[in-house]
C-alpha cells in the first residue's frame, strides 16, 4: 500500500516551509521526466522545469540527481543554476566545476570491464547498453521477453563475479546498474549535499530502488533532529516496495510532480533564499 498522498496532505510540508535553509532534490527519470522505452527519449516535464526556474533563486539547494553523467541530465533538464548530481552521487556539476568522487573514479576500469563482459555475453535484440563513465546500466526493457533477458543477466553476472573486482550491481526497473562497490550512492550524496549546503529542511522525491538510500537518510537526518526532513515516492505501475516503505509520502505520477513543484514555488514566493550557494 503507497503512503498518504502528499498533495492531499500540504500540511506536512509547513515545517519545511520554516526552514532557514531547505534544499530540494529530484531524481530524474521517473520523477521530474516519464520513463521512456530508450534513456536518449526522456524528457523533462516541462511544468515541472518550470517551477525549478522559480526555485532556484528561492532556495538554499535546488538539486536533480540521477544515476545518468551529471553532466547528461543538465543538459535534459536544461535549467540553469540547479546543482546536478550524477552517477549516483559520483559527481557534482555545481557552478559549472564538474566534481568526481575519487572512490568512483579509481573503479572506472573495472565498471567497464564486467559491463563489456556483459554485452559480450547477451545478444538479445532490443537491449540498451548506457556507458555513463563512472557507472553503466543495461535497460531490457524494449526486449520482446525481459524475464528471459533479466535471467540470462543474472547468469552472466554471477559469471563476471562483480563482487570479486570491486564493482556493485543493482537491480531496478528493467534495468541492471553496475558501480563500484565502494563508491557513493544517493544516499550518501544526499547527506553530503545537506552538511556542505547548511541545510535545516530537506525534501526528496524519487521513484525508484536506487532512490531508497536517499529517502532512508533524509528519513535518518529528520528523526536525530538535524533538519526538517521529508520525502515521497513518484508512483507508477512499477514502483518497488522498497521505495513504497522509505518514503513518507507519495504523488501519482509524473504530472503530480510537476502540480506539486508549482505549488510549492508558489507557497515561497514570499520567502526568498539568497542565491544558490554553500552555506
Given at each position: ?51 525549478l526556474r522559480g526555485l532556484v533563486g528561492k532556495l538554499a ?219
Amino acid at each position: 500500500m503507497p503512503p498518504p498522498n502528499l498533495l492531499a496532505n500540504l500540511h506536512a510540508v509547513a515545517p519545511l516551509l520554516r526552514a532557514r535553509r531547505l534544499g530540494l532534490v529530484l531524481d530524474y527519470d521517473g520523477t521530474i521526466s516519464e520513463i521512456a522505452p530508450t534513456p536518449e527519449e526522456a524528457r523533462v516535464l516541462p511544468e515541472a522545469a518550470d517551477a525549478l526556474r522559480g526555485l532556484v533563486g528561492k532556495l538554499a539547494l535546488a538539486a536533480v540527481m540521477s544515476g545518468r553523467a551529471a553532466e547528461d541530465v543538465a543538459a535534459l533538464v536544461g535549467v540553469d543554476g540547479l546543482t546536478y548530481v550524477g552517477n549516483h552521487g559520483a559527481e557534482v556539476l555545481h557552478d559549472g566545476r564538474l566534481e568526481l568522487a575519487p572512490e568512483a573514479e579509481a573503479a572506472r576500469d573495472a565498471v567497464a570491464g564486467v559491463f563489456e563482459e556483459l554485452r559480450a555475453a547477451l545478444d538479445l535484440p532490443g537491449m540498451v547498453w548506457q556507458d555513463k563513465g563512472l557507472s553503466a546500466t543495461a535497460h531490457f526493457r524494449l526486449v520482446p521477453d525481459p524475464g528471459r533477458a533479466a535471467r540470462e543477466l543474472d547468469d552472466a553476472l554471477r559469471r563476471a563475479d562483480p563482487a570479486a573486482r570491486g564493482v556493485k550491481a543493482f537491480w531496478g526497473k528493467m534495468a541492471l546498474e553496475l558501480r563500484g562497490a565502494n563508491g557513493p550512492n544517493k544516499g550518501s550524496a544526499t547527506r553530503n549535499l545537506a552538511r556542505r549546503f547548511n541545510l535545516d529542511g530537506l525534501l526528496f522525491i524519487g521513484d525508484d530502488t536506487t532512490d531508497v538510500d536517499a529517502m532512508l537518510t533524509v528519513r535518518d537526518l529528520s528523526s536525530r533532529s538535524m533538519l526538517a526532513g521529508l520525502s515521497a515516492v513518484v508512483l507508477h505501475d512499477d514502483t518497488p516496495e522498497p521505495a513504497l516503505h522509505a518514503a513518507d509520502y507519495s504523488l501519482d505520477g509524473v504530472p503530480e510532480v510537476g502540480r506539486f513543484l508549482s505549488r510549492l514555488e508558489g507557497a515561497i514566493q514570499e520567502v526568498p533564499y539568497p542565491s544558490q550557494g554553500e552555506g
